[in-house]
């Protein structure tokens, strides 16, 4: 406990310096954008209409649909840009309405006897309409700051580290302390940042300097704070250029390559794998952890990110679209083709193991109904409940074996993956999709149901490398030797030590390591 | 290079025109001579504060020129014009965050005076409308009566050196015995200061108690134009007489209780 607290901490710099710079660069953003847009909308009915009605479609978007939307939208980009972007509209509106609503609320007398004494626009705008409307226009900006302090915590699957790291690391890693600590942290920030705001307005309303002064240098030391370990770090935006020169060709020493994950267990395992063998190759390593399953692909292929491992089955049904059954030689086969040939990505090879969809049930079920094969679920369909990680059931996993076991009648009930397999030992629903290599089918003494009629896919992992990591023949000399290396029990293995006895995922890749090291 | 024999402002038949097509105001004239006050008097909605507007080019004429200390106004910029020009309104316009202090030293500060020199009209104007600048100077306005706001407003108008004030129902807002002290107190002033105005009135006892001269309109145009002794003797038309009957009224009501 003590261990993962001081882990934890360790990590509070990178996380809380990230999340502070990139909610205060968007709210610096908005505000640049929203008040000027304001003041113009505030005297034209029909500007102020359109504009409101934009930020309020905005506002309806889901933050994390928001936040991922921006990858496809910039072309694959991941990590700061989307983030910073989603998270700018984002604050668009309490500021934007605030500053109309604010300064159309200032009486027409007023508005009057200022152009009546002779005070220019400007003059009325600066020293009459927006101290007036001041107070409104910082609510709505204390509200826009509460948004996106928290929304930002939505940016670490786009690939932007954040507070929210701590978050979508511990709910797939069930560490409770990692998730109290993004959100203690985050609500912290947005606490503290709302009062900065609410002191700077006080200050300007009672002129009161020496308050402005102190919450400004605050500010000013919170971000330069932050600011400051970026330049202290050698850049990396140089180093994939310079991986591309012939003279760097021989090996990977030296060079800086980008391993991206998924925000689960086994994905944090295999990076961190990666990791090891390529410091060990002299290589430096830049995680860009928990991204989303389509963002990393659209990472990969854009170069931001240089290699990661993905699963046949994935690629094929929502990368290619193809909706048709393969056989598990001809999938990776035809896989590996297209996407040289479509995207000049590059298959490195199959590790071994497969992470395929499965259908779980408990013992005690599988004993008092008599189960033991999807096909024996059909009977009893009406009764049963099926839980499923959000994506599964709109996915033709799904579709296909309730169509072909006819399981149309079951409900269907969607969790987050980390809960699943703990509601189906505890009978909460009867039968949950779930990933094989899951360390809890063992631990929670669950069977995974046979598929008699080949319905499910198979979901190999596979190593991909990006078109421009592809020409460097350092990198797959040094991941190559993981190929073929890693089995179903192995795998099942690691991430049962993650996830059940509570070891990181840099251990458990230790553990697996040394394993290969000793085939 | 001012002709003291000259008229102050000379209304020369302006008209004006809404967008909406209202004809607000047909071919006025007025001349209000140096240290004069003029009362524009009539019922809601004929016209008078249109009239006031068009003097500071807080609107623009549709016809006819007016001409503040010679000049036509429609080649003036209306920033520099209305600075030059004092500004009242009915129920006082003040900013309400700013402090007392700082509404009446706003003008001088726009016109760019020095610190020393604002700060000590500030104190004279706020002696002037009997607001000790120690006890109210640093008040905000919603920390006033509403004749002590009202006093400001004249502060504020008058700081910058007008030789014209423009004031339209400045007392309309007030209980009635603190608009007779003020109505008594602004004469004193202007007595004081010699500056000329223009003020907008529903009310004709009020007309006919401050103004030297009186301006009465309907629907736009100016129906009689004397001093109030004039109209009193002369009504041209029932229309004045009807709006004189009210303080007639009073009047003879009040030396009916006196006897
Ligand atoms: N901005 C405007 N646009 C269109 N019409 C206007 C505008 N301002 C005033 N009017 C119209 O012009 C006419 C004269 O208005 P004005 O305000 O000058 O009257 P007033 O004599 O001051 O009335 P009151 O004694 O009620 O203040 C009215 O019919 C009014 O409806
Ligand atoms: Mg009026």
Known sequence: MSANFAERLAELPQYLSAHVVL??????????????????????????????????????????????????????RIGFLP??????????LPILRNTIVGLQGIEPQIREAARGIGLTDRQRLWQIELPLALPVIVAGLRTATVWVVGAATLATPVGATSLGNYIFAGLQTRNWLSVLFG?????????????????????????????????????????????????????????????????AAQGIAGQTVTIGSKAFTEQYILGALMQRRLEEAGARVVRRDNLGSTIAFDALRSGEIDV???????????????????????????????????????????????????????????????????????AIAAELTVGGDPEVFARSEWTATRDVYGLGPARTRSMDNTFLYSAARDGQVDVITAYTTDGRIAAFDLTVLDDPRGVLPPYDAVILVSP?????????????????????DAMREANRRVDLDGDTPAGAAAWLGERIAEQ | MIDPARPVLDIRAVCKTYPGGVEAVRRVSLQVARGELLALAGESGCGKTTVLKMINRLEDASGGSIFYEGEDIAGRDPVALRREIGWVMQGDGLFPHLTVRENVAIIPRLLGWTAGEISNRVIEMLELVQLPVNAY?????????????????????????????????????????????????????????????????????????????????????IVQHGTPSDLLANPASDYVSGLLETPRRQMRAIRELGA
């Open chain 1, 83 to 92: 983030a910073f972007i989603a998270l700018m509209l984002y604050s668009v």
């Open chain 1, 308 to 378: 990661y491992i993905d699963y046949t089955g994935t690629i094929w049904a929502t990368v290619m679209n193809r909706s048709e059954p393969a056989g598990r030689y001809r999938m990776f086969t035809e896989m590996s083709a297209w996407l040289w040939a479509e995207h000049g990505i590059l298959t490195l090879g199959r590790l071994g193991f497969e992470n395929a969809y499965g259908f779980a049930v408990s013992r005690e079920f599988a004993e008092a109904q008599g189960v033991d094969s999807l096909e024996d679920l059909s």
């Open chain 2, 137 to 221: 100077g640093d008040r905000y306005p919603a920390e006033l009566s509403g004749g002590q706001r009202q006093r400001v407003g004249f502060a504020r108008a008058l700081a910058g050196r007008p030789d014209l004030l423009l004031m339209d129902e400045p007392f309309s807002a007030l209980d009635p015995i603190t608009r007779d002290s003020l109505q008594q107190e602004f004469r004193s002033l202007q007595a004081e200061l010699g500056f000329s105005a223009v003020m907008v009135t529903h009310d004709m006892a009020e007309a006919l108690i401050m103004a030297d001269r009186i301006a009465v309109m309907a629907d736009g145009e």
């Open chain 1, 183 to 247: 959100c203690v942290f985050a609500a912290g920030l947005a606490i503290v940042l709302d009062q900065a705001i609410r002191l700077l307005e006080i200050a300007a309303r009672d002129r009161r300097r020496g308050l402005a002064i102190g919450v400004g240098v605050f500010l000013a030391v919170l971000v330069a704070a932050s600011i400051a370990p970026r330049f202290m770090t050698p850049g990396q935006a140089g180093a994939v250029a310079a991986g591309e020169s012939p003279g």
């Open chain 1, 23 to 76: 909610s205060m660069c968007a709210l610096l953003a908005g505000i640049v954008l929203s008040i000027p847009l304001g003041i113009q909308a505030a005297r034209r009915p029909r500007l102020a209409a359109a504009t409101l009605n934009a930020a309020s479609v905005i506002q309806t978007i889901p933050g994390l649909a928001l936040l991922a939307l921006m990858v496809p939208l910039l072309g694959g």
């Open chain 1, 468 to 488: 421009q990591a592809a020409r460097r023949p350092g990198l797959a000399a040094v991941l190559g030797p993981l190929v073929g290396a890693i089995d179903d």
